[in-house]
């Protein structure tokens, strides 16, 4: 089972940017869908954005035009570039990995999860 780690995490103030990594042991993210996920305390997991093997990436719509994910496969690392951040972005976030998942942006299609790093936003 592939082993994540994230980092990257922290506190800023509302507007500003961060940029999280996850990095995988494994030979190669290659033929990996790997994705982004957050979690707020008493909230669900719900998915940030996805990174598929190859095409275009998949974003939670809310996001869109402030998240940017990115994969490079040769460093075995998935990023997550975060700008304009909102309180509301506060969170805990996870990588995870998976092959084929059924639901690209579905917590229960990944069974490769890291620890997490956290996320706080204030205002």
């Known amino acids: 089972q592939v082993q994540l780690v994230e980092s990257g995490g922290g506190s800023v103030q509302a507007g500003g940017s961060l940029r999280l990594s996850c990095t995988a042991s494994i030979g190669t993210l290659s033929p990996l869908t790997m994705a982004w996920f957050r979690q707020a305390p008493g909230k669900e997991r719900e998915g940030v954005a996805c990174?598929?093997?190859?095409?275009?990436?998949t974003y939670l719509d809310s996001l869109k035009g402030r998240f940017t994910i990115s994969r490079d496969n040769a460093k075995n690392t998935l990023y997550l570039q975060m700008s304009g951040l909102k309180p509301e972005d506060t969170a805990m976030y996870y990588c995870?990995?998976?092959?084929?998942?059924?639901?690209?942006?579905?917590?229960?299609?990944?069974?490769?999860w890291g620890q997490g790093t956290q996320v706080t936003v204030s205002s």
């Open positions: 990174s598929p093997p190859s095409g275009r990436a």
């Open positions: 995870a990995a998976a092959v084929n998942p059924r639901f690209v942006l579905g917590a229960t299609s990944y069974a490769g």
